[in-house]
T-cell receptor, first 114, second 112 residues
């Protein structure tokens, strides 16, 4: 059973470009989370999704950031018009449908904005 | 609200020393508690967990006990190795809110 798969692992974008980060949850997991880790800081919750639904996006910046988890395919975190402050590691995590289960993390996508 | 407080790092130890990383939490209800470890350039790996008061989670020589009376979940290891050098994150999952809340992380550096 493969773990949570994220790609790309490393992404470099120029200011103003778009960044798309993909996450395939563990098999059988229907809940996906995105977290952001700024350099030398802890992880901050961004968004919680179930298939085709955003459940909690209280940690998402109001502009330029969006997330989806379609019925088929991976979850996508999209950052439009990136700025240097978006440089961070973005971690996806997944969980089986039942509440209270352990959340498993992917290896992260490191975004660098130049 | 829910929050996790960890001791600030870095924690610097010699090989075979005893390790304690303090973690306290604030939460409504009865959260589950976790320790995650992050090695350089990698993602987070679940180290151990405890789901109710007085539970002890353990893995790879690490252990932590869920203490409701002191709202703590301190991480301990009797004899650290160089390969334990990493950042350790304490986290809680409150089922009512269904998202992990992390502490700021504690960097552990173990020298030979």
């Amino acid at each position: 059973n493969a773990g949570v798969m994220q790609n790309p692992r490393h992404l470099v974008r120029r200011r103003g470009q778009e960044a798309r980060l993909r996450c395939s949850p563990m098999k059988g997991h229907s809940h996906v989370y995105w977290y952001r880790q700024l350099p030398e800081e802890g992880l901050k919750f961004m968004v919680y999704l179930q298939k085709e639904n955003i459940i909690d996006e209280s940690g998402m910046p109001k502009e330029r950031f969006s997330a989806e988890f379609p019925k088929e395919g991976p979850s996508i975190l999209r950052i439009q018009q990136v700025v240097r402050g978006d440089s961070a590691a973005y971690f996806c995590a997944s969980q089986p449908g039942r509440a209270g289960n352990t959340i498993y993390f992917g290896e992260g996508s490191w975004l660098t904005v130049v | 609200g829910n929050s996790v407080t960890q001791m600030e790092g870095p924690v610097t130890l010699s090989e075979e020393a005893f390790l304690t990383i303090n973690c306290t939490y604030t939460a409504t209800g009865y959260p589950s508690l976790f320790w995650y470890v992050q090695y350089p350039g990698e993602g987070l790996q679940l180290l151990l967990k405890a789901t109710k008061a007085d539970d002890k989670g353990s893995n790879k020589g690490f252990e932590a006990t869920y203490r409701k009376e002191t709202t703590s979940f301190h991480l301990e290891k009797g004899s650290v190795q160089v390969s334990d050098s990493a950042v350790y994150f304490c986290a809680l999952l409150n089922t009512g809110f269904q998202k992990l809340v992390f502490g700021t992380g504690t960097r552990l550096l173990v020298s030979p």
